[in-house]
């Protein structure tokens, strides 16, 4: 049945209980659930939750007016008993006796007593969007959906499966043992108990078997995917009634429009303000974009095929493999005063590409200068782990003490995947003051590890970012750029 016939069978039968229905009406409803078992279903579902109402409120509520209305609608009760079963015919009855005040744009509300089939646990900046169930926190959640605009929020089964939706994802709670991902990018921790567990998507059955799994659903390309964290699930996959094992490392995915499902294994899960008014409050803004600055991310392995040139990626992985660090060139010549004393860098964050919000806590980042000026010479384009100035190749955080220096530091929260960072970099100043080749390099890292290998790739705008500004240093005081 259509949601729209669904809507339509219940405003008939609030109107029903409530006196108002007409004769067309109540002859459509008696039709409907006489030769409709999901209208007949609806009607009983709906009688059940009428019926729970009315005990709350206590049956000495009802009225001779109410007992009136029992009467006129009794024909309607005989043809009801002899096409349906006498139970929905016991909750007819029920219903006539105890009308609902209730106004029928509530009607979708869950009764107090449905099961509740798991609680919100946690989230992070979280901002919801159209909810049939309540987004606050350890509440109880039972059949509905939520649609997660921004942040993340973490959702745990009565069963012990603990499922993390990671925004923009709408999510489907079904029962306790499965869900169905109607949009974006949601992560599932299953324990032993709950196997079974199944994170459907529109097009997949996904059964878990003991694992950690994520889905991904692309709800305007129509697209969906699989990937194995740990352990293993079973997809089903129902135009083709293609079914199989999926181990660690192993992808299923669906194009729109497809009859088949395409397997593969991969490396590291893959998945954009203008720039500031110059003459605002005095500032002289340099961004890597200007003159001989420049930009490079480098990364300690698979640098083919996990690199984007304009984007500026940060990483502390678990275990050393794909970290990435980035580096700033800013041309400093074009300053008109190099006795600034109030410095800051501001970074552009955009979604990442790469990996999961889900696995990687509130971030710090550390912010290094290069002290060295023999060391600046080095080229966007040539620039890799083994060759990028002071870099510790041994460490995801680290640069060489003897040829850089801290100059600032900052924090991402948990499940911010977009925003603006504005860094306090004062102490470049005297670096500054001392510079004798024009050129500046800031060095960004991420202090803090991913608690998975699949954690989410911190993500930056570049020089040639679509709709964001590059980096830039922002020197506050009278300043005259240079012309």
């Known amino acids: 049945m259509k949601d729209s ?37 609806l009607y009983q579902d709906l009688s059940n939750q009428h019926s729970y109402l009315q005990s709350n409120k206590g049956k000495d509520a009802v009225t ?34 105890f009308p609902s005040n209730k106004p029928s744009n509530q009607l979708a509300d869950k009764p107090n007593n449905a099961p509740s089939y798991a609680t919100l646990s946690s989230s992070s900046l979280a901002q919801w969007g159209q909810c049939s169930l309540p987004t606050q926190l350890n509440e109880k959640l039972a ?85 194995v964290l740990d352990g293993e699930v079973e997809i089903f996959h129902q135009p083709s009634q293609d079914r ?88 400093i010549s074009q300053l008109s005063n190099k006795n600034s004393k109030q410095i800051s860098l501001q970074l552009n964050q955009v979604r990442s590409p790469y990996g999961f919000a889900s696995f990687v806590p509130d971030c710090e980042f550390r912010v290094y200068a290069l002290t060295d000026e023999s060391m600046e010479n080095w080229d ?42 504005n860094i306090d970099c004062s102490t470049l100043s005297e670096l500054i003051k001392q510079d004798t080749n024009g050129s500046l390099t800031l060095v960004v890292a991420r202090k803090t590890r991913e608690t998975r290998m699949e954690g989410l790739v911190h993500t930056f705008a570049g020089n040639e970012t679509k709709d964001a500004a590059p980096p830039q240093l922002i020197f506050s005081g009278n300043h005259s750029p240079k012309k």
């Open 244 to 331: 199989k094992l999926l181990l660690v490392k192993q992808r299923a995915s669906v194009a729109q429009n497809s009859d088949t499902v395409e397997y593969s294994t991969y490396g590291e899960i893959t998945r954009p303000n203008n720039t500031l008014d110059a003459n605002k409050h005095n500032q002289e803004i340099i961004s890597t974009a200007d003159g001989k600055g420049g930009h490079a991310s480098i990364i300690s392995d698979h640098a083919s095929t996990h690199l984007y040139p304009n984007l500026l990626q940060a990483k502390h992985s678990v275990n050393g493999s794909y970290s990435r660090k980035f580096y700033l060139k800013f041309d």
């Open 5 to 41: 016939q669904q809507l339509h069978l219940a405003q008939i039968y609030e109107k029903l209980i409530n006196d108002e229905a007409s004769v067309e009406e109540i002859e459509e409803f008696e039709q409907a659930i006489m030769n409709d078992p999901d209208a007949l279903e």
């Open 380 to 421: 966007p384009k040539t620039l890799t782990w083994k060759n990028a100035p002071a870099n510790l190749q041994k460490s995801g955080s680290l640069l060489d003490e003897k040829h850089s220096t801290l100059v600032g530091s900052f924090s991402i929260p948990r499940g911010q995947q977009e925003g603006v960072c």
């Open 64 to 97: 001779t007016t109410q007992a009136r209305r029992s009467k006129k609608l009794k024909s309607t009760i005989t043809t009801l008993v002899a096409y349906t079963s006498v139970a929905a015919a016991v909750v007819l009855g029920m219903m006539l006796l």
């Open 143 to 227: 059949q509905g959906n939520l649609e997660l605009l921004k942040g993340t929020a973490t959702l745990t089964f009565d069963s012990g499966a603990m499922v993390t939706l990671e925004a923009p994802a709408e999510i489907e709670i079904v029962s306790g043992m499965k869900a169905i991902v109607r949009h974006g990018r949601v992560v599932a921790d299953v324990p032993k108990a709950a196997i079974g567990f199944r994170l459907d998507t529109p097009d997949m059955e996904v059964k878990d078997l003991g694992t950690v799994f994520a889905v991904s659903v692309d709800r305007n390309k129509g697209e969906s995917q699989v990937d």
